[in-house]
């Protein structure tokens, strides 16, 4: 059965962490929409991947997903910044009713911000670990890691993996 998944995302996204998943998930028959800032406005990776932004943040409402994928580069950081707390309180609703979510490399700053990371087992790009204990969780450095429909990766290196314990959360 397609499952709808919410991709929240910024500029100075990692572009892989986006466009990997993304072709895996919508390979399989998922369909993947961009959530961002404001519906619309082009945003931009690192390495100069473009995407539109399909629904802005005030208009998204998460129960109309079944999943959340989060790319890493600096968009998780940037998206944090966001005065009100919108996107941590967007992926927020995912984590609370044990949906899937996906974060990859420096993704799971965004986790953070949903103060439920408290004894879940994460990883996440070296630079992230020490805020995720910070936040309660218990990092451990492997290519994934599926804690109770939490899935996180530390690096592009490890999307192999990532991508097919997104999917079979998905079956």
Same mark, same amino acid.
Request: negative net charge; proline residues 4%; charged residues 30%.
């Given at each position: 059965?397609?499952?709808?998944?919410?991709?929240? !995302?910024?500029?100075?996204?990692?572009?892989?962490?986006?466009?990997?998943?993304?072709?895996?998930?919508?390979?399989?028959?998922? /369909?993947?929409?961009?959530?961002?800032?404001?519906?619309?406005?082009?945003?931009?990776?690192?390495?100069?991947?473009?995407? @539109?932004?399909?629904?802005?943040?005030?208009?998204?409402? %998460?129960?109309?997903?079944?999943?959340?994928?989060?790319?890493?580069? +600096?968009?998780?950081?940037?998206?944090?910044?966001?005065?009100?707390?919108?996107?941590? /309180? +967007?992926?927020?609703? +995912?984590?609370? $009713?044990?949906?899937?979510?996906? %974060?990859?490399?420096?993704?799971?700053?965004?986790?953070?911000?949903? *103060?439920?990371? $408290?004894?879940? @087992?994460?990883?996440?790009?070296?630079?992230?670990?020490?805020?995720?204990?910070? %936040?309660?969780?218990? !990092?451990?450095?492997?290519?994934?890691?599926?804690? $109770?429909?939490?899935?996180?990766?530390?690096?592009? *290196?490890?999307? /192999?993996? +990532?991508?097919?314990?997104?999917? %079979?959360?998905?079956?």
């Amino acid at each position: 059965m397609s499952k709808k998944v919410a991709a929240v !995302v910024t500029d100075l996204f990692e572009d892989v962490e986006l466009t990997s998943p993304q072709k895996a998930l919508t390979d399989a028959g998922h /369909e993947v929409v961009i959530i961002g800032e404001e519906k619309g406005k082009e945003i931009t990776g690192k390495k100069g991947e473009k995407v @539109t932004v399909e629904v802005g943040i005030d208009e998204a409402n %998460a129960a109309d997903y079944d999943a959340v994928l989060i790319p890493g580069g +600096f968009s998780p950081d940037l998206l944090r910044g966001d005065e009100q707390g919108r996107f941590g /309180e +967007f992926v927020k609703h +995912f984590v609370q $009713n044990e949906k899937p979510s996906f %974060a990859i490399c420096h993704g799971p700053q965004l986790l953070i911000d949903t *103060d439920l990371l $408290n004894g879940r @087992t994460v990883t996440s790009f070296l630079s992230v670990r020490k805020d995720l204990q910070n %936040a309660g969780a218990k !990092v451990v450095d492997e290519s994934v890691v599926v804690d $109770n429909g939490i899935v996180t990766s530390r690096t592009p *290196d490890d999307l /192999e993996d +990532f991508n097919r314990e997104s999917l %079979a959360l998905l079956q």
